[in-house]
């Protein structure tokens, strides 16, 4: 690479574009330097290497900034669905608009358990194993059941901490970032179990529908007041004590139209979630368009040939020439100080 660089008939940007096509070997990075020595790419005459360097850089700055709007979408979509949480607290997303009373969780709740946290195995329990969930199992909404840890078999289960299907979980205790994050569990876990560093509640049915909640308590009226709630000395480790926890006020909505609200959320959140997944489609097919212009670059077939330019095999031959003449570095043993 040094030679081609070095080389007034080669354009710098021509030779890197062109390495930019060469896979190298997934292991062995000794093995590198020689597998990029005996790798081999077209030579074009330099005028037309300067325009497919020029029509490259054009082409990839183009999917650059379309690269760079599609990575916006991300946060763009978790403040969308912040928004539309917002508007369900506030009573937009009902039936008929509406200002609803405020009341404390504590209303709204039949039970309230806090978990346990055995030292477990480090791997996850097995479909006929006893686990108790990590604290990465909650997440904003969402229950991941494979993040637990298997429960030794010297150490017997605690039925009573079960997770089952209309479980609303929070974190109560670790890190500010991860504290207070809660979601709903849609399916029963006979075997798996709630961990010491979160709280599982048990919504009155009279008085709730457990994915109401779960969506309340992730809207930023929630979430702000929450994170006042949170106590401790360092930012590293905070708990969410069960008093104030459960003061938390919550909008008051009849079943009816909590059904409605949560209809409503779920069809917005669908939406977005697809517009996400699409966006996350086009980012890998913009990274395999790159390829593909790279590859045709190298065919000949991204911009087009004059006949006015030197030949290439032209360029080669004073290439070799200009090699052959250049003095040769002396090989010998270094003299012993």
Known sequence: ????????????????????????????YSRHFKFLKASRF????????RRIVA?????????????????????????YKQAILAAAFRGDLCI???????LPLSEFVDSLDQGWSPKCVSEPAGSNDWGVIKTTAIQSVQFLPQENKRLPTDLKPRPGIVINAGDVLITRAGPRSRVAISCLVTENHPKLMLCDKAYRLRINPKMADPAFVTYMLNTPQCLSELEVMKTGISDSGLNLTQAKFMALALPAFSLPEQFEIIRRIQSAFTWIDRLTANATSARKLIDHLDQSVLAKAFK??????????????????????????????????????
């Open 42 to 49: 077209p030579l074009a005459p330099l005028p037309e290497q």
């Open 1 to 28: 690479m040094r030679v081609l660089a070095a080389c007034g008939d080669i354009e710098p940007a021509f030779a890197y574009q062109a390495l930019r096509c060469i896979k190298l070997p997934d292991k062995g």
């Open 55 to 79: 029509k490259i850089e054009s082409l990839i700055g183009k999917s650059s900034r379309a690269r760079d709007h599609l990575d916006h979408i991300a946060r763009l979509v978790e403040k």
């Open 300 to 337: 000949g077939e991204l911009v087009p040939q004059d006949a006015a330019d030197e030949p290439a095999s032209a360029l080669l031959e004073r290439i070799r020439a200009e090699r052959d003449a250049a003095p040769k570095a002396k090989r010998g043993r270094k003299s012993a100080a």
């Open 96 to 102: 008929e608009r509406q200002s609803p009373k405020l």
